[in-house]
């Protein structure tokens, strides 16, 4: 069983950072796409970044573009979501997923196409 581990959550004010770390191997299941989502209670989950597995084809939300970076460290087997100008609406359960095809710009935001899923870990942005 593939396992995906988030860390790095937390509680922060508005205008504050957050890095998540991620703890992907890079043998599991040949995964391909790499994703960050996010759900804040009586909310859709919402894919906010995704990478390839080379750290190629990032994409990112509307809401959360020129604010958090997605990248991919295989040496480390980690996938990291540096988080920066936090807002209130960015609160929720963040989760590390990832799928066993390529995804395209118009897929990745799907979260039936990510076959693995992380047990998340609690962002709190406060005003």
């Known amino acids: 069983q593939v396992q995906l581990v988030e860390s790095g959550g937390g509680s922060v004010q508005a205008g504050g950072s957050l890095r998540l770390s991620c703890s992907a191997p890079r043998y599991t299941v040949a995964t391909v796409s790499l994703a960050w989502f996010r759900q804040a209670p009586g909310k859709e989950r919402e894919g906010v970044a995704h990478i390839y597995i080379d750290g190629s084809h990032s994409w990112y939300s509307d809401s959360v573009k020129g604010r958090f970076i997605i990248t991919r460290d295989n040496t480390k087997n980690t996938l990291d979501l540096q988080m920066n100008s936090l807002k209130v609406e960015d609160s929720g359960m963040y989760y590390c997923?990832?799928?066993?095809?390529?995804?395209?710009?118009?897929?990745?935001?799907?979260?039936?196409?990510?076959?693995?899923w992380g047990q998340g870990t609690q962002v709190t942005v406060s005003s």
């Open positions: 997923v990832g799928g066993t095809r390529k995804l395209w710009d118009y897929q990745w935001q799907t979260p039936k196409e990510y076959k693995h």
